[in-house]
C-alpha cells in the first residue's frame, strides 16, 4: 500500500489592473508532477480578497466575455459600503471576487490533472491597481 503525498507549494504571478485574467494551468501540471502523485486531488488558493480562482477556455473571445461579464456582474463607479468606510475605490473588486470565489479543487489522474480539451485554470485580478498575487497550492494523492 502507497503513502499518501502531501505537497505543497506557491505560485506568485503579476496581474494588471482588473478584471485581468492570467493562465496558470501549466504551472499547477508541473506542481502536480512534482507531487508525483498518480491520483488524488490539486488544491489552488488566491490569496487576498480581490482575486479569485476558476476554469474557462483560454482564447481570446472567452477571456473578453467572462471581463464583460464580471464587469457587468458588480460594475465600478457604483455605490458600495466598502467605498463609505475605506474610500479605495475597490468596492466592485471585492464583491466581484466573491462571486467568482478565491480557490478550485481539481483531480489528478495518472499524475495529471483531469481538465477538458478546452479547459484551463486562470486566476483573476479584480482590484483597482496592478498586483501581484500568491496561489497557495496542496497535492494531496498516491
Known amino acids: ?29 508541473s506542481m502536480a508532477r ?15 480578497s480581490t ?8 482564447e481570446p473571445g472567452v477571456v473578453e466575455d467572462l ?3 464580471i464587469t457587468r456582474l458588480a460594475p465600478q463607479g457604483m455605490e458600495y459600503e466598502h467605498e463609505k468606510a475605506w474610500h479605495d475605490g475597490n468596492g466592485h ?4 471576487a466573491a462571486l467568482l470565489g478565491p480557490s478550485l479543487v481539481i483531480p489528478v ?9 478546452w479547459q484551463q485554470v486562470v486566476v483573476i485580478n479584480h482590484d483597482n491597481r496592478p498586483r501581484q498575487r500568491s496561489i497557495e497550492v496542496t497535492v494531496i494523492g498516491m
Open 67 to 69: 471581463k464583460r461579464a
Open 109 to 117: 489522474r495518472k499524475g495529471a490533472l483531469a481538465l477538458g480539451t
Open 34 to 48: 512534482r507531487a508525483g502523485i498518480e491520483n488524488g486531488t490539486l488544491h489552488a488558493s488566491v490569496i487576498g
Open 51 to 58: 482575486g479569485s480562482l476558476t476554469t474557462i477556455e483560454y
Open 1 to 29: 500500500m502507497s503513502a499518501t503525498v502531501v505537497y505543497c507549494d506557491s505560485l506568485e504571478v503579476s496581474l494588471d489592473v482588473g478584471p485581468d485574467i492570467v493562465d496558470i494551468t501549466d504551472r499547477l501540471a
Open 93 to 96: 473588486s471585492h464583491v466581484q
